[in-house]
């Protein structure tokens, strides 16, 4: 089974990529974050072409939204309000054959000032992430069969951005971000798959800001989008891959798509 997950940043306007990168990876299921269109205006036909007939789907005007698209069939779809707001930044669904749990997740941005006094956004962030650490221990044990994927924003460690130390005070990479997802991580003991299959000292990203004319030139990258297994599927994974070649395409979403095989 291949898992995609990817911060499309408008599907509406991306979609066209999506088939692109379903050509390339035949993925059994994509996640998708920051679709920006409510349910109604989703293009549901465009990928039951593709074969993906089992769809939920979560939106809002021009924020946030997500959806997790299926070739395999799947049951209790759920969506979930975090931090008082229901603004669409955490789905699930729970596969047949499998029983496994996937959980998709749209993590806050947090605005630019790392001030919890000054930005509510940067307080928002890591009120969600304490939140879901609490969440995930509270109503799950390590036992259970789970799947975690998303953009949660934040690059953990000092490896998944281009300068650990120039960035320690810019937001996604905060010691006070960095804690907290590192809390979320331990709730039940997630497998961090990026880093299972690429080694802690090498670089590794997944999100080029557009404000670098030249990305690849400047390299200036973070992960923030990421997959995580509970450990009952940590024997499972089979490999992880990322498609960089969806950056370089026309009108490029700012995130990579990134794929885990299990089986």
């Not at 009108?251 to 299990?262: Q, T």
Request: aromatic share 10%.
């Amino acid at each position: 089974m291949k898992i995609v997950t990817w911060n499309i940043n408008s599907v509406r306007l991306r979609a066209h990529h999506v088939i692109e990168m379903i050509d390339h990876w035949q993925p059994d299921i994509i996640c998708l974050q920051e679709t920006k269109t409510v349910d109604e205006t989703f293009p549901t036909q465009t990928f039951t072409e593709q074969g993906y007939i089992h769809q939920h789907i979560w939106g809002m005007k021009s924020y946030n939204g997500q959806a997790i698209l299926s070739k395999l069939p799947f049951h209790n779809p759920r969506t979930f309000d975090r931090c008082g707001f229901s603004d669409c930044r955490h789905i699930s669904v729970t596969l047949n054959d499998s029983g496994i749990e996937i959980h998709n997740l749209y993590v806050p941005a947090g605005g630019d000032e790392p001030d919890i006094h000054i930005n509510e956004k940067y307080k928002h962030k890591l009120d969600f992430v304490d939140e879901m650490a609490k969440w995930f221990k509270d109503n799950y044990t390590d036992t259970d069969k789970l799947i975690a994927v998303g953009d949660f924003n934040i690059a953990p460690h000092e490896h998944d951005v281009w300068s650990h130390k120039q960035l320690l005070k810019v937001i996604s990479h905060t010691p006070p971000e960095t804690e907290g997802l590192e809390a979320m991580r331990a709730s039940l003991n997630w497998v961090d798959v990026g880093r299972e299959f690429v080694p802690m000292h090498e670089k590794l990203y997944t999100w080029w800001s557009y404000r670098n004319r030249d990305y690849k030139k400047s390299n200036r990258g973070r992960r923030l989008d990421h997959i995580w297994v509970s450990p009952p599927l940590k024997g499972t994974l089979k490999s992880y891959d990322q498609l960089q070649k969806m950056r370089d395409v026309v009108k490029p979403s700012d995130h990579i798509p990134v794929m885990v095989e299990i089986g």
